[in-house]
Every structure is written in C-alpha cells, then in structure tokens.
C-alpha cells in the first residue's frame, strides 16, 4: 500500500510507517499535478503539513485515497468533513507539537521584552560604532515574572503556553468559548508534578487585564484581533500570534505599533504566507519567525511516529 508524504516526514516516521508494510514515497510532487500522481500510482494515503492542500477537487478525482492525514494540529487545508463523507479517514497529530509552538511563544514574549528582535539587526550594522547608545537605547527591558499573560484559544498548544508561563512566575489568564476550565499538570525533572486548575474567563476580559495576548485558535471567516480588539488591550501591551495566518488584522496592528499602542509583536504566521506584508518583515517593532512553530526535532519526530502508529490503525 502506498503513502505518499508531500511535505515531509521524519526518519522515525518514515521508519515506522516502512516497518508496518508500507510503500512510503517522499517524492514533492506540485498542487497541481497530485491527482495525476496519485491515480497513477495508485496511492492509498497522502500526507501534508501546511503547503500541500487537499480540497475537494482532489478527493473526487482520486479513487484510491483512503486515508489524508496533517502532520501538526490545523486542518484548515483540508477539506475534512466531505472526506469524511466520502469515507476517507482524515487525521491529524495536535498533541506532538505542543511543547515546541509553546517555547517559540516565549522566545517571541522574550526577544519583544529585551529588544532582541531589534537589537539583532543593529548590533551587525552599528555595534562597533554606536555601542554605548545601542546599550542605552536597549536598555529598558522588563521581566515577565509577574506580568499577566492572556492565551486566547485554551487547547493542548494554550494549556502547554500556560505551563511555560507558570514556570517563569506569569498571571495565567484565558479564554476559549469551548473550555471552561482546565487542569494544568506541571512535571518537575526530580519526578514530582503539580496540578494548577485554571476556568476560563470572557475573552474582553483577557483583552483589558494582558500585560501580554498569545493566540492559539483556529483558521476563522473574521479577525479575532481586529481595531476594535486592539483598543480593548492595555496601552503598551504586546501580542504574540503563532497559530494562523488571518487572525490578525495586520493592517490594524502596525497602525497599533506606530501609535505606541502596542509595545511590540510576534509573528509566526501571516496572511498571504509565504509572501508575508513588507511592512510587517521591515517593521522594527515586530519579532519574526516564518511559521515554524512545530519545526523542532523533537517535534517532528513525535509528529512522524504518531501518523505511522495512525495509519497502521486504520489500514491495516
């Protein structure tokens, strides 16, 4: 049975899913020729990540598919209930990049507090000749111990962001319209854990009371931070987007960081990836990073032998 992964799968993965009995192809094959493809070789399984798209077009012309599955936790490309419908299993792996989405939050949160984001570009350019005022002018940096952090969408990535935030001494607050309250469990290299129950509160609250707002929701028809958002957010505060592209009025956030209503951002994802806004990549308020939020090693690995322990489920 054959499996072709377009975008990419670990060793361990490809490992796994080879053990099981399975052809696994790593040819990249274009959006526009995987019905071509697929027909021709007959391939039973397609895996994706982010770029390649599954949409309906693809599941109507390609017979032999049964099973679509991510590597990662959208699936905003994929047209999953009509392949549902039409008795394909589609599956995905939300756990395995959790802890890796949640450290590049922080390295956002941290590189916005201490200027990094700032200072790495100047440092090349002006550090051998403006170093007392670079160090003056980075000079003001604030600690996150203490800060209250607001994590809009309270999933696996929002309860993983709030163990981080924990652990650093935050205010965790949240809110997600389909999480009440959740328990977050702590787990300490001498074996020891620790339980923290948080409930969730309206998401106009979490707006006034963030010193930071870190969104982990899901592809949506509108913003969910748009003007009107941003001017419920406290003066100074800073916001971190690391789970889709379009969630984000981008438009409406540079207006916020010339204005000094924002102190700073964090981008992972974009609107029009992957050829994100030059006025976003040039901005010299704005921490960069280009959608990587599950590219650890780590992750990876987790991501690749999840969707092989899947598959064999399921196929054979």
């Known amino acids: 049975m054959k499996i072709l992964v377009n975008d990419g799968i670990s060793e361990s993965g490809h490992k796994a899913l080879e053990q099981a009995g399975f052809e696994v192809i790593t040819t990249k094959v274009a959006q526009d020729q995987i ?9 039973a399984a397609i895996l994706v990540r982010s770029a390649t798209k599954v949409r309906k077009d693809i599941i109507d012309a390609c017979p032999s598919l049964k099973l679509i599955g991510r590597g990662g936790v959208g699936m905003d490309n994929i047209d999953v209930e009509y392949a549902k419908s039409k008795g394909i299993h589609v599956i995905n792996t939300p756990a395995s990049s959790s802890a890796s989405v949640a450290e590049l939050v922080f390295a956002h949160l941290f590189s916005g507090v201490r200027f990094l984001y700032n200072a790495n570009r100047n440092m090349p350019l002006e550090g ?3 170093f007392n005022e670079l160090k003056k002018a980075y000079g003001e940096g604030i600690e996150l111990s203490g800060k209250t952090l607001g994590i809009v969408g309270f999933g696996r990535i929002g309860q993983a962001v709030a163990k981080v935030g924990i652990g650093l001494g935050m205010k965790i607050i949240a809110s997600d319209p389909f999480v009440k309250e959740a328990s977050v469990t702590l787990d ?4 020891r854990s620790l339980d923290i129950h948080i409930k969730t509160q309206s998401f106009e609250s979490v707006l006034k009371e963030s010193d930071f707002i870190t969104l982990h929701v899901p592809a949506q028809k509108d913003y969910v931070i748009g003007r009107k958002e941003l001017a ?11 789970s889709r592209g379009g969630v984000v009025d981008e438009v409406a956030l540079v207006e916020a ?14 609107e029009n990836e992957p050829t994100p806004a030059l006025k976003l990549l040039m901005h010299n308020k704005i921490s960069l990073t280009p959608h990587i939020g599950a590219a650890t090693n780590e992750a990876q690995d987790r991501i690749g032998t999840e969707l092989a322990t899947q598959i064999a489920t399921l196929l054979k």
């Open 128 to 130: 051998d000749t403006r």
């Open 188 to 191: 300490f290299f001498d074996g």
């Open 232 to 242: 419920m957010m406290k003066d100074e505060s800073a916001l971190i987007n690391a």
């Open 257 to 270: 960081l010339d204005s000094g209503k924002l102190s700073f951002a964090g981008l992972d994802v974009f």
């Open 35 to 43: 019905i071509n493809y697929v027909n021709e070789n007959q391939v």
